[in-house]
């Protein structure tokens, strides 16, 4: 008998949900949560320093505290658990562990994460960790000059290799670098991030360069050092060609220009080789690189992470290079962050692309989300609205991937709870979690009930 098209349960039943065993986790990082910057024998990381100089982050905000997730950090996995993820990926502090860089690790520094993975587990939440979300120890920017030097991209992987080593007993998902193209680009191009450097082209390609090159050589080092079948990948925001109409034309474009755009970054990874217009385009300012470099670059993953937040709307022109990007109208609806503006297609096409220009067999939305103005109500309550309108419209999008056969395994919230957001400071919140930043307090918003009927039903409600 055919549903009554106007009942409930036709609403429920019409659409698909997300493939079986579709993870459903939420995210975080070190700096922007854990304070206790300088306790427990904890080296100062590039972050701190940048946090710590006048002007840098909106209103002198800080992560020394941020939300004390480093003392709390039971009471916050008890609220994960409340909020039904069943995953969690969390940064590890570098200089946590190094608080050097590099030489005598600090036994604290681990106990900490060892801990957290131990409260995680008992829960019943499976931990994904990142080794780099930013935080450099400030003892390698001050010794070689940080990602300028080779030598930090070793250095890199010998920390990795010694922290897998010591946690791959019971996390089994491990991400080397999150969102290459942020902390260089932002990081040392335009200054708005650590370590606020402004580099020249030539340098800045080799700052590219060596944060690919550490990505591989971690690879290398965690393949030799953590327990057998240990999962390898990385967490990186993929500039995302969306098609502006979804014609044959239109979609090439889009297809050919997010190669492109990314050569830098997952391209190399991903094919082991610069594309020649990058190339041409650096000119006599290119990376300087080896034929081996390259060979350790595209090492193989188990899994491909992209952080998704905003689309490129792209068009097919007549002329070379064949695409054009098309500027955002001044009123293309955006959410709180300046750059943040909307497109639910993004969560489509990028992991569409992944699998088209590189065949990637599996892969993990690592972070989405947004920041939203979250003023809670009398009663201490939170009806982000915004937040559910903007999580229905991409997993909708994303759902639409998995029902065509695109290979996404899991979703990552971002964030789990308000927290520290970079240069933006505390202004801008993430969280499905508030947190009131006098009292630490934390309160799950409307759209923690929105994330975990999702995670509970395994469709977009
Ligand atoms: C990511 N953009 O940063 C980071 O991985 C998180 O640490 C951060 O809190 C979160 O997204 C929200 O900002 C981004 O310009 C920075 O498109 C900039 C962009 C995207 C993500």
Same mark, same amino acid.
């Given at each position: &008998?055919?549903?009554?098209?106007?009942?409930? !349960?036709?609403?429920?039943?019409?659409?698909?949900?997300l493939?079986?065993?579709?993870?459903?986790?939420?995210?975080?990082?070190?700096?922007?949560?854990?304070?206790?910057?300088?306790?427990? +024998?904890?080296?100062?990381?590039?972050?701190?320093?940048?946090?710590?100089?006048? %002007?840098?982050?909106? *209103?002198?905000?800080t992560?020394?505290?941020?939300?004390?997730?480093?003392?709390?950090?039971?009471?916050?996995? /008890?609220?994960?658990?409340?909020?039904?993820?069943?995953?969690?990926?969390?940064?590890?502090?570098?200089? /946590?562990?190094?608080?050097? +860089?590099?030489?005598?690790? *600090?036994?604290?520094?681990?106990?900490?994460?060892?801990?957290?993975?131990?409260?995680?587990?008992?829960?019943?939440?499976?931990?994904?960790?990142?080794?780099?979300?930013?935080?450099?120890?400030? =003892?390698?920017?001050?010794? @070689?000059?940080? @990602?300028? #030097?080779?030598?930090?991209?070793?250095?890199?992987?010998?920390? =990795?290799?010694?922290?897998?080593?010591?946690?791959?007993?019971?996390?089994?998902?491990?991400?080397?670098?999150n969102?290459?193209?942020?902390?260089?680009?932002? %990081?040392?191009?335009?200054?708005?991030?650590?370590?606020?450097?402004?580099?020249?082209?030539?340098?800045? *390609?080799?700052?590219?360069? $060596?944060?690919?090159?550490?990505?591989?050589?971690?690879?290398?080092?965690?393949?030799?050092?953590?327990?057998?079948?240990?999962?390898? %990948?990385?967490? !990186?925001?993929?500039?995302?060609?969306?098609?502006?109409?979804?014609?044959a034309?239109?979609?090439?474009? =889009?297809? /050919?220009?997010? /190669?492109?755009?990314?050569?830098?970054?997952?391209?190399?990874?991903?094919?082991?080789?610069?594309?020649?217009?990058?190339l041409?385009?650096?000119?006599?300012?290119?990376?300087?690189?080896? %034929?081996?470099?390259?060979?350790?670059?595209? #090492?193989?993953?188990?899994?491909?992470?992209?952080?998704?937040?905003?689309?490129?709307?792209?068009r097919?022109?007549?002329?070379?290079?064949?695409? !054009?990007?098309?500027?955002? #109208?001044k009123?293309?609806?955006?959410?709180?962050?300046? @750059?943040?503006?909307?497109?639910?297609?993004?969560?489509? @096409?990028?992991?569409? $692309?992944? &699998?088209?220009?590189?065949?990637?067999?599996?892969?993990y939305?690592?972070?989405?989300?947004?920041g939203?103005?979250?003023?809670?109500?009398?009663?201490?309550?939170?009806?982000? #609205?915004?937040?559910? &309108?903007?999580?229905?419209?991409?997993?909708?999008?994303l759902?639409?991937?998995t029902?065509?056969?695109?290979?996404?395994?899991?979703?990552?919230?971002?964030?789990? &709870?308000?927290?520290?957001?970079?240069?933006?400071?505390?202004?801008?919140?993430?969280?499905?979690? $508030?947190?009131?930043?006098?009292?630490?307090?934390?309160?799950?918003?409307?759209?923690?009930?929105?994330?975990?009927?999702?995670?509970?039903?395994?469709?977009?409600?």
């Amino acid at each position: &008998m055919p549903i009554d098209p106007t009942s409930a !349960e036709a609403c429920l039943s019409a659409t698909p949900g997300l493939p079986q065993g579709f993870v459903w986790g939420t995210a975080t990082a070190a700096y922007q949560i854990e304070g206790a910057w300088n306790e427990a +024998g904890k080296g100062e990381s590039i972050w701190d320093r940048f946090a710590h100089t006048p %002007g840098k982050i909106k *209103n002198g905000d800080t992560g020394d505290v941020a939300v004390d997730h480093y003392h709390r950090y039971k009471e916050d996995v /008890r609220l994960m658990k409340e909020i039904g993820a069943k995953a969690y990926r969390f940064s590890i502090s570098w200089p /946590r562990i190094f608080p050097d +860089g590099t030489g005598a690790a *600090n036994p604290q520094g681990l106990a900490f994460y060892d801990r957290l993975v131990d409260e995680l587990i008992a829960n019943g939440i499976a931990p994904y960790a990142t080794l780099y979300h930013w935080d450099l120890p400030q =003892a390698l920017q001050d010794r @070689w000059g940080g @990602w300028e #030097s080779r030598d930090t991209a070793k250095a890199f992987a010998d920390y =990795a290799g010694y922290l897998t080593e010591k946690l791959s007993d019971r996390v089994r998902h491990f991400f080397t670098i999150n969102e290459f193209t942020t902390f260089v680009e932002w %990081g040392h191009g335009t200054g708005l991030l650590a370590p606020g450097l402004k580099l020249p082209p030539a340098r800045l *390609n080799q700052v590219r360069h $060596h944060a690919v090159l550490a990505h591989g050589l971690a690879v290398r080092a965690i393949r030799e050092r953590a327990a057998p079948g240990t999962k390898i %990948g990385l967490a !990186e925001n993929i500039v995302a060609g969306v098609p502006v109409i979804e014609t044959a034309e239109h979609i090439a474009a =889009a297809e /050919r220009y997010t /190669r492109e755009i990314n050569a830098g970054y997952l391209t190399v990874m991903l094919e082991g080789r610069y594309t020649d217009a990058f190339l041409k385009s650096a000119g006599a300012d290119a990376p300087k690189f080896t %034929g081996e470099d390259l060979e350790i670059i595209k #090492s193989p993953l188990d899994f491909v992470g992209i952080n998704v937040y905003v689309p490129k709307y792209v068009r097919a022109t007549q002329s070379a290079p064949g695409y !054009e990007v098309l500027e955002f #109208s001044k009123s293309h609806p955006r959410m709180a962050s300046f @750059w943040h503006m909307i497109g639910p297609e993004a969560l489509y @096409w990028a992991p569409h $692309h992944l &699998m088209k220009l590189w065949n990637v067999k599996d892969i993990y939305i690592t972070e989405n989300g947004c920041g939203a103005a979250d003023e809670p109500a009398a009663d201490g309550t939170v009806t982000d #609205s915004d937040r559910i &309108m903007f999580q229905r419209n991409y997993l909708t999008q994303l759902r639409r991937a998995t029902s065509e056969g695109v290979p996404v395994r899991g979703y990552f919230h971002w964030s789990l &709870m308000d927290n520290f957001e970079w240069s933006a400071g505390f202004g801008t919140r993430f969280g499905l979690i $508030h947190v009131d930043y006098a009292t630490l307090k934390r309160t799950p918003k409307l759209s923690a009930s929105f994330f975990r009927t999702v995670a509970a039903e395994n469709r977009v409600v």
